[in-house]
């Protein structure tokens, strides 16, 4: 019977020395974990925000084609306008989504297109 109080007391002193390791263990566990949730909400609410701008780029092309369709400006005074009326309308979104000349200007004359046909 001496043998077990002697035994308890032993894992008793084991765990008093482990406590401190395992207590810095789990904070860096913890850590890690926070860091790892903080890099996933960051790149979610960037898609989020990339997403909005790019729905606000797309409406506001969309509202200058109308005009400009319903206007009857010719093909290249369409296209200028809606240009225009983007880079003014959401500048954010250009700045944010920094589309080329090239890609802006595809999107603008696919947008007329678009619009005229129907």
Do not use: N
């Amino acid at each position: 019977m001496l043998a077990l109080p002697a035994a308890a007391s032993t894992g008793s002193d084991l765990l008093t020395t482990l406590t401190p390791g395992l207590l810095d263990l789990a904070g860096v566990v913890l850590t890690a974990l926070i860091g790892l949730a903080a890099v996933r909400f960051q790149r979610w609410t960037g898609i989020q925000i990339e997403a909005r701008h790019r729905e606000a780029l797309h409406s506001a092309i969309m509202t200058a084609a109308r005009v400009a369709v319903a206007r009857g400006l010719t093909r290249d005074v369409a296209t200028e306008f809606v240009a225009a009326y983007v880079r003014a309308s959401v500048p954010d979104a250009l700045k944010r989504l920094s589309p080329s000349a090239e890609t802006l200007d595809a999107l603008v004359r696919s947008k007329l297109l678009e619009v005229a046909g129907h």
